[in-house]
């Protein structure tokens, strides 16, 4: 079974950094694409940013271009969710995910995909 396991979230200030981890296994993570996704109390899941493992093209969402990062490390099967410049409206439980289908082109609609990891909290907050 596809495990998922996120790491690296937390409180920090306005303008502050974080970088999240997303460590899959059990998975032939090289081949597909993995993506962020945060969902804010009360609010509906949205996609942050995604990566395609195999050739390393990502798609961020536009409220978070040129402040978050994503990439991987193939060796470690892992991906990094860089985030700089944080906001309040940051604020949300991260969730990473994994597509299974082989060298589909990443996208941030939930549907895509199969196997979601637990969540790892941020906050931003002075």
């Known amino acids: 079974q596809v495990q998922l396991v996120e790491s690296g979230g937390g409180l920090v200030q306005p303008g502050g950094s974080l970088r999240l981890s997303c460590v899959v296994s059990?998975?032939?993570?090289?081949?597909?694409?993995i993506g962020w996704f945060r969902q804010a109390a009360g609010k509906e899941r949205e996609g942050v940013s995604c990566?395609?493992?195999?050739?390393?093209?990502?798609d961020p969402t536009d409220s978070v271009k040129g402040r978050f990062t994503i990439s991987r490390d193939n060796a470690k099967n892992t991906v990094y969710l860089q985030m700089k410049s944080l906001k309040p409206e940051d604020t949300a439980l991260y969730y990473c995910?994994?597509?299974?289908?082989?060298?589909?082109?990443?996208?941030?609609?939930?549907?895509?995909?199969?196997?979601w990891g637990q969540g790892t909290q941020v906050t931003v907050s002075s």
């Open positions: 995910a994994a597509d299974r289908q082989m060298f589909r082109r990443c996208g941030l609609a939930s549907p895509q995909y199969d196997d």
């Open positions: 059990r998975f032939p993570f090289q081949d597909h694409a």
């Open positions: 990566i395609n493992n195999w050739d390393g093209k990502t």
